[in-house]
C-alpha cells in the first residue's frame, strides 16, 4: 500500500467526532482530526443531553466516564403523561433491572472529558480551527484539501470519517442522497431552576402541540425542550420571560413552584432524516452526518456515539485482518450494523410524536389506553425502556469493557 498522511481523517471534532479518536487511540491508527471551532468557543456552548446506559457504557470502556459522572445527573425515574390525564407512568429501575435509567450531561462537561483523553493521545493530530474544503476519492486513499489559518494544506488518508452534522458538506460533495422531512414543528430549548427540587426526574409531558421534556441537571436546575407547531413556537419565543415561565408552570401543574429562567430561549427546527448510504469507497458517515431524529426521548447525540463505537468496531477487526481499511467491503459491515438499528429509533421518535401530537379522539383514547396498560404491565415498561436506554440491538465491545 502506498504510504499516506494518516489512516483516518475525521471530519468533526464534536462529541460524535472525539469519540471516535478516543475509540481509536490505542490501536496504532494514525489519526488527524479536523475540526472548525476553536476549542473555547465549543466549551461556551451551552446545552445538555440524555445520556442513554448504552452510551454510558460506552464512554465506561473509553475510560472518561470517572471524569464525566461526578459533574452529571444521573436519573433514576421516568414521568411519561398525557397533558393532565391521570394516567400518568413513572419509570423505574426496578423494571430494568438497572442500577439507574440514565443520565443528563452538559455539552461543556463531556467536550472537557474526551479533549483531556485526547491529550494523552499520540496517534491523534488536531487539526483546529480547520475545515476540509475539498476530498479527491481516489482507489487506495482519499486526498483533503484541509483550510487551516488561512492557508491551504493537502493531507492523504485511507479513509475519511464525515461528523460534520446534518447538512454535511462531505456527504453532499459525495453525492449521498438523504431521504426524510422537516416536521411542522419547532423546539425552544431554555434552562430553568424551580423553586422546589426536580427529584432528579426525567420528564416527557406530552401536549397535542408536541412533547414538553424536562432534563434534570445539577444544582436544582432543569433543561427544558417544549415543541410545538412553527408559528406557536416563535410566539413563544416572542412574549418576555414572565410570560414564558407562567406556561411552564401552567404545563408543570405548579408542582416545582416559582420557576427562573437562566439564559437565552433557543430555538431550532426539527427534522427526520435518514441517509440512503451510509458509506461509499473511503468514506464513513456518522452522526448527524447520516441522520436525524425528532427529538423526544433524547435519542439523537446517542445513536451518533454509538455509530462511532460500532465504527471503531469494524476498523480494529478490519486491522487485526489486515484489511484495507477505507474498502467497501470493510465499511459495509458498518453500515449493515447501524442503519437498520437507527431507522428503527427514527420510527419510534417519529411514532411517538405523531401519535401524542394529535386531538383525532379515537387516537387520544388508544394512546391513553396504552399508557395504563404500561403502568400495569411490567413487560411493556422492560421492553420500551430497553429501546429507550439503548441496551436493544448489538452491543459495541467498548461498552462490554
Known amino acids: 500500500m502506498m504510504a499516506l498522511d494518516y489512516d483516518v481523517a475525521i471530519a468533526g471534532g464534536g462529541i460524535v467526532g472525539l469519540t471516535l479518536a478516543c475509540a481509536l487511540q490505542h490501536t496504532g491508527l494514525r489519526i488527524a482530526l479536523i475540526e472548525a471551532k476553536p476549542r473555547e468557543v465549543s466549551l461556551k456552548h451551552r446545552r445538555a443531553y440524555h445520556i442513554t446506559l448504552m452510551s454510558s457504557r460506552i464512554?465506561?470502556?473509553?475510560?472518561?466516564?470517572?471524569?464525566?459522572?461526578?459533574?452529571?445527573?444521573?436519573?433514576?425515574?421516568?414521568?411519561?403523561?398525557?397533558?393532565?390525564?391521570?394516567?400518568?407512568?413513572?419509570?423505574?429501575?426496578?423494571?430494568?433491572?438497572?442500577?439507574?435509567?440514565?443520565?443528563?450531561?452538559?455539552?461543556?462537561?463531556?467536550?472537557?472529558?474526551?479533549?483531556?483523553?485526547?491529550?494523552?493521545?499520540?496517534?491523534?493530530?488536531?487539526?483546529?480551527?480547520?475545515?476540509?474544503?475539498?476530498?479527491?476519492?481516489?482507489?487506495?486513499?482519499?486526498?483533503?484539501?484541509?483550510?487551516?489559518?488561512?492557508?491551504?494544506?493537502?493531507?492523504?488518508?485511507?479513509?475519511?470519517?464525515?461528523?460534520?452534522?446534518?447538512?454535511?458538506?462531505?456527504?453532499?460533495?459525495?453525492?449521498?442522497?438523504?431521504?426524510?422531512?422537516?416536521?411542522?414543528?419547532?423546539?425552544?430549548?431554555?434552562?430553568?431552576?424551580?423553586?422546589?427540587?426536580?427529584?432528579?426526574?426525567?420528564?416527557?409531558?406530552?401536549?397535542?402541540?408536541?412533547?414538553?421534556?424536562?432534563?434534570?441537571?445539577?444544582?436544582?436546575?432543569?433543561?427544558?425542550?417544549?415543541?410545538?407547531?412553527?408559528?406557536?413556537?416563535?410566539?413563544?419565543?416572542?412574549?418576555?420571560?414572565?410570560?414564558?415561565?407562567?406556561?411552564?408552570?401552567?404545563?408543570?401543574?405548579?408542582?416545582?413552584?416559582?420557576?427562573?429562567?437562566?439564559?437565552?430561549?433557543?430555538?431550532?427546527?426539527?427534522?427526520?432524516?435518514?441517509?440512503?448510504?451510509y458509506v461509499r469507497p473511503r468514506l464513513a458517515l456518522v452522526g448527524d452526518a447520516a441522520h436525524c431524529c425528532h427529538p423526544v426521548g433524547g435519542q439523537g447525540l446517542n445513536m451518533g456515539i454509538r455509530d462511532v463505537a460500532a465504527l471503531a468496531d469494524v476498523l480494529k477487526t478490519a486491522l487485526q485482518r489486515q484489511e484495507d481499511l477505507g474498502s467497501l467491503r470493510v465499511l459495509k459491515r458498518y453500515e449493515g450494523w447501524r442503519k437498520l438499528e437507527n431507522l428503527t429509533i427514527l420510527g419510534f421518535t417519529d411514532f411517538l410524536d405523531r401519535c401524542f401530537s394529535n386531538q383525532w379522539l379515537p387516537l387520544v383514547i388508544l394512546r391513553r389506553l396504552g399508557l395504563r396498560v404500561m403502568r400495569s404491565v411490567r413487560p411493556l415498561r422492560f421492553i420500551a425502556l430497553r429501546l429507550m436506554t439503548g441496551l436493544m440491538g448489538r452491543t459495541p465491545a467498548l461498552a462490554k469493557r
Not at 127 to 132: M, Y
Not at 136 to 146: A, F, G, I, K, N
Not at 195 to 213: C, L, N, Q, V, Y
Not at 238 to 253: I, S, T
Request: aromatic fraction near 8%.
Open 59 to 277: 464512554f465506561s470502556g473509553l475510560g472518561v466516564w470517572d471524569a464525566i459522572l461526578p459533574h452529571i445527573t444521573t436519573f433514576r425515574q421516568i414521568r411519561l403523561a398525557d397533558e393532565f390525564h391521570p394516567a400518568v407512568v413513572n419509570l423505574h429501575p426496578q423494571d430494568l433491572g438497572t442500577p439507574a435509567l440514565g443520565y443528563v450531561a452538559e455539552h461543556h462537561v463531556l467536550l472537557k472529558a474526551l479533549y483531556d483523553r485526547l491529550e494523552q493521545a499520540t496517534n491523534v493530530d488536531w487539526l483546529c480551527p480547520a475545515e476540509v474544503l475539498e476530498a479527491d476519492y481516489r482507489p487506495e486513499s482519499v486526498q483533503l484539501t484541509v483550510g487551516v489559518a488561512g492557508t491551504e494544506r493537502r493531507i492523504t488518508a485511507r479513509l475519511l470519517v464525515a461528523a460534520d452534522g446534518s447538512r454535511s458538506p462531505l456527504r453532499q460533495q459525495a453525492g449521498i442522497d438523504t431521504h426524510g422531512w422537516q416536521y411542522w414543528q419547532s423546539c425552544i430549548t431554555a434552562v430553568i431552576r424551580p423553586e422546589k427540587p426536580h427529584g432528579d426526574i426525567a420528564r416527557e409531558h406530552f401536549w397535542t402541540s408536541g412533547p414538553f421534556a424536562t432534563l434534570p441537571l445539577p444544582d436544582n436546575r432543569a433543561q427544558i425542550v417544549l415543541t410545538a407547531p412553527h408559528a406557536e413556537a416563535k410566539a413563544w419565543m416572542a412574549v418576555d420571560n414572565e410570560q414564558f415561565l407562567a406556561e411552564l408552570n401552567r404545563r408543570y401543574d405548579g408542582q416545582l413552584g416559582r420557576l427562573v429562567l437562566e439564559g437565552d430561549r433557543l430555538l431550532f427546527p426539527v427534522q427526520l432524516m435518514q441517509s440512503d448510504r
